[in-house]
């Protein structure tokens, strides 16, 4: 309305018979105050598009950690793969024809930015490629603080030097400092919320920053992290979009500073004991190992202590510490770590379960390849006896898959397993959950402990894929040195439940 009446304002001084200078004067200032009203309703346009485009910049941030708390990566890959297939395919399309161009702008236009829709690809292309190739290179965990940091620092950045970024230093690719800002503050919650939070506990087997154990702090890794986010966000690398350089950056200075490397200590710890043995408490009815008459402590300061009924476990256990020689090999006390965990775990049998739970639902042999025959085979011979021993024993439905879609297991199936291991006690609970961790495997784990497998079974069934590697390939040594682990961790399970 306000152009139509500066129109009308511009033709009635055209007609009135005013000097031709004053005419000139009248008709420019009209038609000056069009252009700014014109530009005004522009820049709302822009705006909207901008606000449209950040607001689901900052939501899929939000599934990220929905998405990392309950979903295996290479799942969460391959949909975005069948996403990214669709767009590009898209894109094809409406460059090469101009009305299916005109109807995704009409449909998609408000996500879309003004050069996008006539001559620039689609973000979203980036975007997809960002988030896939992190997903596809790195760990899970460093993969998704880099898409929370695409998707918060990002959207912080834009609208922080929108609004302030005018009073602060531009820098020389139109970007202000206040959005610099911006990106790393909001780089340090985001940091904070995920390595801070707790959303790391439910996998700690694959876990790339684990504070006791690396030589970064908290603090120290989130204000990293959250400089890492806003100088990513901040630079320009040869032109690229910045939905596929600001997770590539990330991930990859994450990687580099997030690892657990071992604190450096001054010396190994050498053996200071001379004699090892066990002793009966006769007030608890539980045996105690000594080490030169002290009892051994778990890493929560509680005695190692075993219950009365299993003292072939005791006498194992002081086997481990006898047979140190000069120095301590903390991975050659297998049995001494997973009594540890059950005494200093015993009040978190509820956090256990839930967390083994989820990992029924993407339980490695309930998702079956169909190609090549070798691991078809294997499949068939260590996945189904044990898939048909739990269906047929617990009266449950198990469902399988050749697809690479998540897979939901029927709630009263997990009711129902959740009721047998709720029946588990500390020492049981802690095997299951190390046989489950170690096989990839729910069903494997609960398999081991309920003496329906062998150790070498349970190993074999773990491990089809290298094993099927294996017959077509050969055997590398690696390989042997992984089977010997994964054995090693599964017959301190065994031992736990032998009697």
């Given at each position: 309305?306000?152009?139509?009446?500066?129109?009308?304002?511009?033709?009635?001084?055209?007609?009135?018979?005013?000097?031709?200078i004053?005419?000139?004067?009248?008709?420019?200032?009209?038609?000056?105050?069009?252009?700014?009203?014109?530009?005004?309703?522009?820049?709302?346009?822009?705006?909207?598009?901008?606000?449209?485009?950040?607001?689901?910049?900052?939501?899929?941030?939000?599934?990220?950690?929905?998405?990392?708390?309950?979903?295996?990566?290479?799942?969460?890959?391959?949909?975005?793969?069948?996403?990214?297939?669709?767009?590009?395919?898209?894109?094809?399309?409406?460059?090469?024809?101009?009305?299916?161009?005109?109807?995704?702008v009409?449909?998609?236009g408000?996500?879309?930015?003004?050069?996008?829709?006539?001559?620039?690809?689609?973000?979203?292309?980036?975007?997809?490629?960002g988030?896939?190739?992190?997903l596809?290179?790195?760990?899970?965990?460093?993969a998704?603080?880099?898409i929370?940091?695409?998707s918060?620092?990002?959207?912080?950045?834009?609208?922080?030097g929108?609004?302030?970024?005018?009073?602060?230093?531009?820098?020389s690719?139109?970007?202000?400092?206040?959005?610099?800002?911006?990106?790393?503050?909001?780089?340090?919650?985001?940091?904070?919320l995920?390595?801070?939070?707790?959303?790391?506990?439910?996998?700690?087997?694959?876990?790339?920053?684990?504070?006791?154990?690396?030589?970064?702090s908290?603090?120290?890794?989130?204000?990293?992290?959250?400089?890492?986010?806003?100088?990513?966000?901040?630079?320009?690398?040869?032109?690229?979009?910045?939905?596929?350089?600001?997770?590539?950056?990330?991930?990859?200075?994450?990687?580099?500073?997030?690892?657990?490397?071992?604190?450096?200590?001054?010396?190994?710890?050498?053996?200071?004991?001379?004699?090892?043995?066990?002793?009966?408490?006769?007030?608890?009815?539980?045996?105690e190992?000594?080490?030169?008459?002290?009892?051994?402590?778990?890493?929560?300061?509680?005695?190692?202590?075993?219950?009365?009924?299993?003292?072939?476990?005791?006498?194992?256990?002081?086997?481990?510490?006898?047979?140190?020689?000069?120095?301590?090999?903390?991975?050659?006390?297998?049995?001494?770590?997973?009594?540890?965990i059950s005494?200093?775990?015993?009040?978190?049998?509820?956090?256990?379960?839930?967390?083994?739970?989820?990992?029924?639902?993407?339980?490695?042999?309930?998702?079956?390849?169909?190609?090549?025959?070798?691991?078809?085979?294997?499949?068939?011979?260590?996945?189904?006896?044990?898939?048909?021993?739990?269906?047929?024993?617990?009266?449950?439905?198990?469902?399988?898959?050749?697809?690479?879609?998540?897979?939901?297991?029927?709630?009263?199936?997990?009711?129902?397993?959740?009721?047998?291991?709720?029946?588990?006690?500390?020492?049981?609970?802690?095997?299951?959950e190390?046989?489950?961790?170690?096989?990839?495997?729910?069903?494997?784990?609960?398999?081991?402990?309920?003496?329906?497998?062998?150790v070498?079974?349970a190993?074999?069934?773990?491990?089809?894929?290298?094993?099927?590697?294996?017959?077509?390939?050969?055997?590398?040594?690696?390989?042997?040195?992984?089977?010997?682990?994964?054995?090693?961790?599964?017959?301190?399970?065994?031992?736990?439940?032998?009697?």
């Amino acid at each position: 309305m306000a152009i139509h009446r500066n129109l009308a304002v511009k033709n009635r001084i055209q007609k009135q018979k005013l000097t031709p200078i004053i005419q000139q004067k009248l008709a420019a200032l009209a038609e000056a105050k069009i252009k700014k009203i014109t530009a005004t309703n522009t820049n709302k346009n822009k705006d909207v598009s901008e606000f449209s485009r950040k607001l689901l910049h900052s939501t899929i941030g939000f599934i990220v950690l929905l998405i990392y708390s309950s979903n295996d990566a290479i799942i969460v890959r391959d949909n975005l793969l069948y996403m990214f297939s669709i767009v590009s395919l898209a894109e094809i399309l409406r460059f090469l024809n101009k009305r299916f161009n005109e109807i995704y702008v009409k449909l998609f236009g408000f996500l879309m930015r003004e050069r996008e829709k006539t001559e620039k690809c689609n973000g979203v292309i980036f975007y997809l490629m960002g988030c896939i190739s992190v997903l596809t290179l790195f760990p899970k965990d460093i993969a998704a603080i880099s898409i929370l940091i695409l998707s918060w620092c990002d959207t912080a950045a834009s609208f922080v030097g929108r609004r302030w970024g005018h009073y602060t230093y531009k820098f020389s690719n139109g970007k202000s400092l206040a959005g610099t800002l911006g990106a790393i503050t909001v780089g340090l919650i985001a940091a904070y919320l995920f390595w801070g939070s707790g959303l790391l506990k439910h996998d700690p087997e694959n876990a790339s920053w684990i504070e006791e154990k690396s030589v970064l702090s908290l603090p120290s890794l989130t204000i990293l992290t959250g400089i890492i986010g806003g100088v990513s966000e901040l630079i320009d690398l040869w032109g690229l979009d910045d939905n596929l350089i600001i997770p590539l950056l990330t991930v990859r200075s994450e990687r580099r500073f997030s690892s657990n490397k071992q604190k450096e200590e001054p010396t190994a710890l050498k053996r200071f004991w001379k004699q090892v043995s066990i002793q009966l408490n006769p007030d608890t009815q539980t045996y105690e190992i000594l080490l030169d008459k002290r009892p051994l402590k778990t890493p929560g300061g509680s005695k190692l202590t075993v219950p009365y009924s299993k003292k072939h476990l005791a006498l194992l256990i002081a086997g481990e510490w006898e047979s140190q020689n000069h120095v301590l090999r903390q991975h050659s006390l297998p049995l001494t770590s997973l009594i540890s965990i059950s005494i200093d775990k015993d009040n978190m049998k509820h956090d256990v379960i839930n967390r083994l739970l989820r990992y029924f639902d993407n339980d490695t042999i309930c998702y079956h390849e169909p190609y090549p025959d070798s691991l078809v085979e294997l499949q068939k011979k260590y996945w189904l006896p044990i898939l048909d021993w739990v269906q047929n024993t617990y009266n449950v439905e198990i469902k399988t898959t050749d697809k690479i879609s998540g897979l939901k297991q029927p709630e009263n199936t997990k009711e129902k397993l959740k009721n047998i291991i709720e029946n588990f006690d500390s020492l049981k609970l802690s095997g299951f959950e190390r046989a489950t961790m170690i096989s990839k495997s729910f069903l494997i784990g609960l398999a081991l402990v309920e003496k329906k497998l062998s150790v070498e079974e349970a190993s074999k069934a773990s491990s089809i894929e290298m094993n099927s590697q294996t017959i077509r390939w050969g055997e590398l040594e690696a390989h042997d040195i992984e089977n010997e682990d994964v054995k090693r961790h599964l017959g301190s399970v065994s031992c736990t439940v032998m009697f």
